[in-house]
């Protein structure tokens, strides 16, 4: 299962990136985003089986990178290329089926919590230095946490406003953290639920 999404994702991807690099390539459509990691994710994970918060990792936030994603969707909705809104709606929806494909397969294991937090922190401080080293050449935001400008995220720039960039990314990724922690908590339900009617 996690190689075959992986190599869709991959292949999404890749269309997408010629497309970009033919039409005018901007350094913002560098996949590092949050909503990117599914393309590494899933192929490491297909050939190592490690670390075995990954199959965590990606119903946590790949799951509230989806949903969020769906719900503002502007970032590939507002083009004039119609691939890239089809590749946003497509990429997203795949994000979620895979979460709940993890959750009913029984990968999921609600103790790795603390591991998947410390994965998002890593890939998250990695998108930083790329956002800091691609910065001469454009606008790169990986992750949404470039230190250059504020946020382009909803609320959140409002929330720059008032505490300062610095303590906004910081915030930022605090809540990230919790919405991941919600959707653990409901998963950590679900498989007790599940091993409950598997006892009965």
């Given at each position: 299962m996690y190689l075959c999404f992986g190599m869709i994702f991959f292949m999404l991807e890749m269309i997408k990136q010629c497309l970009l690099i033919h039409v005018g390539y901007n350094?913002?459509?560098?996949?590092?985003?949050?909503?990117?990691?599914?393309?590494?994710?899933n192929l490491f994970y297909a050939f190592t089986h490690k670390p075995k918060c990954l199959p965590t990792w990606l119903?946590?936030?790949?799951?509230?990178?989806?949903?969020?994603?769906?719900?503002?969707?502007?970032?590939?909705?507002?083009?004039?290329?119609?691939?890239?809104t089809i590749h946003g709606y497509l990429w997203h929806s795949l994000m979620i089926l895979e979460a709940l494909l993890i959750l009913y397969k029984g990968d999921f294991h609600?103790?790795?919590?603390?591991?998947?937090?410390?994965?998002?922190?890593?890939?998250?401080?990695?998108?930083?230095?790329?956002?800091?080293?691609a910065h001469p050449y454009g606008d790169c935001d990986m992750f949404y946490?470039?230190?250059?400008?504020?946020?382009?995220?909803p609320i959140f720039?409002?929330?720059?406003?008032?505490?300062?960039?610095?303590?906004?990314?910081?915030?930022?990724?605090?809540?990230?953290?919790?919405?991941?922690?919600?959707?653990?908590?409901?998963?950590?339900?679900?498989?007790?639920?599940?091993?409950?009617?598997l006892h009965l």
């Open positions: 350094i913002w459509y560098f996949p590092f985003q949050l909503c990117s990691m599914p393309i590494y994710l119903v946590d936030y790949g799951l509230l990178g989806g949903i969020a994603a769906l719900i503002v969707h502007s970032g590939f909705t507002d083009t004039p290329y119609l691939y890239i609600f103790k790795a919590y603390g591991h998947a937090v410390m994965l998002l922190l890593l890939l998250a401080s990695i998108a930083e230095v790329i956002n800091i080293m946490i470039s230190p250059y400008h504020l946020s382009s995220q720039s409002h929330i720059d406003q008032l505490i300062g960039r610095p303590l906004g990314i910081i915030f930022y990724l605090l809540c990230m953290m919790a919405a991941g922690g919600i959707l653990h908590l409901l998963g950590g339900l679900y498989n007790a639920h599940r091993r409950q009617k």
